[in-house]
């Protein structure tokens, strides 16, 4: 079965570039040209109606279940202005749960409250119900006394490495949340796979036909598989299996590798250190207001070791490093795995990923290209977070928050990503305008091709399937992503308000089988 879409600009290359015609057979794109060229006897017409097709765009690091779980069961703070709304609503989701079930809330940020919420107003709004909830950043987050009891954790209980315990403010940084999270009733596979449907067909709504999931444990990948195999998955889906879950020292063995047209896990996550909006981040110069340097959630030698075996067994890796120290020492785990496991007939030939890289130097973007690392930075935080950088960030480093167009000049892969729910904002367009309009450091704005390009062919590098999509070549897949406008005659401030059609995601299903 054929189909031929015309009738507005086609950019099989993701730049100004266009073709009047896209003819698709099997999913796959057959030809991409003048309408009068291509062969199209018997295709099915799609009519686009001036507005531009795309190849499909991809959010390259986005909690998936999170998302979900905020859009359907979770107490959503994202958007609360003072700790008085917050307290208005913790008070309200109170009145409406049954007795004994835990109060689970995600999104605050102090920032914006002009504080953060303590473990006596938790116990005050919700007396005798354990309460957990997550700063925006998911690194920090305040529980009141029952949580901590239920958790059994007491003044002098020590922090799991990682982590830090603020025992009298009701205060969990990093690893020491696992403690928490192991104490609550564990999600079923069948709440999981609502909250992750929820998700995927929240970012398909919003044109995306590609994402990964960045932190999967095996609960939560038993859950992707079954959808998958349900043939429920509304987009495609690259998994970042979680090797050390927080709360201590345990470590998931390597998952079963799983590759079929919508679901892939060949990668494997690790967290190096906290997060830049609440000067969490392992960083060399101490945060402003804080006096401290953040988090290192490993040790050099065992950090390398994890890496090692995954690398060996043929993973890539996505590791979370956002600090400058961070990045020291995750690029310096990556040259070490380069130098003693080269790709050869016994090795193959892996890419790896850094997820955010927040604050390189000169130095790390060097190192970063010489290593082939993907960069995988999420341009909607100069938008959403800015104000978070002002009040933390040294002055030190102020010239190395997020430097895409740096990123790019180094001759990195880049893939852009939206990291939800850390923030509300989503829409691609919105991470577009974020990364060419509005960059923290002066000068590091980039260009929309390279943007647009982060969006598509990037997402697809990041993936590893950019032999398959992330252009509109013949032979890969005719994903697209419609907007109904001109972005290159149209301000950057103004593409939020273009409207983006959900994402259309070839059908393959008859192609493969799960491998």
């Known amino acids: 079965m054929s ?3 015309h009738g507005g600009p086609i950019h099989p290359w993701a730049d100004a570039r266009t073709v009047e015609a896209l003819l698709v057979r099997g999913g796959r794109v057959m030809a991409a040209g003048a309408l009068d060229e291509l062969d199209a006897r018997g295709a099915t017409h799609v009519d686009l109606d001036g507005a531009h097709a795309f190849p499909g765009f991809t959010d390259a690091h986005v909690h998936v279940w999170k998302v979900g779980q905020l859009r359907t069961t979770l107490l959503d703070l994202r958007e609360t202005t003072s700790l008085d709304d917050l307290a208005a609503r913790v008070a309200a989701r109170h009145a409406e749960l049954p007795q004994g079930a835990w109060l689970w809330g995600r999104g605050w940020n102090e920032a ?17 119900r354990p309460v957990l909830l997550t700063r925006t950043c998911a690194h920090i987050h305040a529980v009141n006394t029952p949580a901590l009891e239920a958790a059994g954790i007491h003044p002098d209980t020590p922090a799991p490495a990682g982590g830090e315990i603020d025992h009298g403010g009701g205060i969990l940084t990093e690893t020491a949340y696992g403690l928490v999270y192991g104490a609550m009733p564990e999600p079923t596979q069948a709440q999981f796979e609502a909250w992750v449907l929820a998700g995927l067909t929240y970012l398909k709504a919003l044109g995306f036909t590609a994402a990964t999931d960045p932190a999967v444990d095996p609960p939560l990948y038993a859950a992707y598989r079954a959808l998958d195999r349900a043939g429920k998955l509304p987009i495609r889906v690259n998994v970042l299996y979680i090797r050390r879950p927080d709360g201590g020292a345990a470590t998931y063995p390597l998952p079963e590798k799983y590759l079929s047209p919508m679901l892939r896990c ?19 110069v101490p945060f402003k207001g804080t006096g401290t340097k953040g988090v290192l959630r490993f040790e050099d030698h065992e950090l390398y070791e994890l890496a090692r075996e995954a690398h060996v067994a043929g993973f890539r890796i996505g590791a979370h490093a956002i600090g400058d120290v961070a990045l020291d020492q995750l690029l310096g785990v990556y040259a070490r795995l380069a130098r003693e496991h080269p790709s050869g007939p016994h090795q193959p030939r892996l890419r790896h990923r850094i997820e955010h890289f927040g604050l390189p130097n000169a130095g790390h973007l060097r190192w970063a290209h010489e290593l082939d690392v993907i960069a995988v930075p999420q341009p909607v935080f100069l938008h959403e977070l800015r104000v978070n950088y002002d009040q933390y960030v040294p002055d030190a480093l102020a010239g190395q928050v997020f430097p895409l167009k740096a990123m790019f000049d180094a001759g990195l892969d880049v893939a852009f990503s939206s990291d939800g729910p850390v923030v509300s904002e989503l829409r691609p367009l919105c991470g577009l305008t974020a990364a060419v309009a509005e960059p923290y450091v002066p000068g590091q704005a980039v260009t929309l091709e390279q943007a647009l390009g982060a969006y598509t062919r990037g997402g697809a590098v990041a993936h590893g399937d950019d032999a398959e999509r992330g252009t509109l070549e013949p032979g890969k897949h005719a994903d697209l992503t419609i907007v109904h406008g ?4 149209t301000g950057p401030h103004s593409w939020p308000d273009i409207p983006v059609r959900a994402g259309i995601v070839a059908d393959l299903s008859a192609q493969s089988e799960p491998a």
């Open 3 to 5: 189909t031929l879409y």
């Open 112 to 128: 914006r409250l002009g504080g953060a919420p303590t473990r006596e107003l938790l116990d005050r709004l919700a007396p005798g």
């Open 266 to 284: 060949d990668s494997v996550k690790f967290f190096t250190d906290g997060g830049l909006s609440g000067a969490t981040a392992a960083v060399s």
């Open 486 to 489: 001109n972005l290159f005659d």
